[in-house]
C-alpha cells in the first residue's frame, strides 16, 4: 500500500509562516504530480497548487507570491511553505499525489490522498 501522511499544521498569528511537509511511502515505482489542497470549514476542497516530478509549479492566484511547493524526489516528499499567512488561510491542508505503486508486477497507477493537516492563521 502506499500512504501520504502530512504534518506541520497547527496555530500562527496573522502574517506568520508554516511549512507543511507530505511524505509518501509504501511500495513505490515513481511519483508525477503532487498537488496541495486545501478546505475551510463549510467549504469544498480548493486546489492551492501543484508540482511535476521535474519541479514545474503553479499556483492558484490567492496564493501567488506567498506560497512555496518544493519537493525532495529521493524522499518522496512534497513541502508547503506558506508566508504572510491570512485569516482566510484557516483550512485543513490536504496533499495528493500520482503514485506508480503495488507488488511486483502489479504496479498500479494509484491517485492517493493525505489524511490532512489543520492550519489555524488567528490572533
Known amino acids: 500500500q502506499v500512504q501520504l501522511v502530512e504534518s506541520g499544521g497547527g496555530l500562527v498569528q496573522p502574517g506568520g509562516s508554516l511549512r507543511l511537509s507530505c511524505a509518501a511511502s509504501?511500495?513505490?515505482?515513481?511519483?508525477?504530480?503532487m498537488v496541495w489542497y486545501r478546505q475551510a470549514p463549510g467549504s469544498q476542497r480548493d486546489l492551492v497548487g501543484s508540482?511535476?516530478?521535474?519541479?514545474?509549479?503553479n499556483y492558484v492566484d490567492s496564493v501567488e507570491g506567498r506560497f512555496t511547493i518544493s519537493r525532495d524526489n529521493a524522499k518522496n516528499t512534497v513541502y508547503l511553505q506558506m508566508n504572510s499567512l491570512k485569516p482566510d488561510d484557516t483550512a485543513v491542508y490536504y496533499c495528493?499525489?500520482?503514485?506508480?505503486?503495488?507488488?511486483?508486477?502489479?504496479?498500479?497507477?494509484?491517485?492517493?490522498w493525505g489524511q490532512g493537516t489543520l492550519v489555524t492563521v488567528s490572533s
Open positions: 495528493n499525489a500520482d503514485v506508480k505503486g503495488g507488488r511486483w508486477p502489479n504496479v498500479r497507477d494509484l491517485q492517493v
Open positions: 509504501g511500495s513505490i515505482f515513481g511519483i508525477g504530480v
Open positions: 508540482i511535476t516530478s521535474s519541479g514545474t509549479t
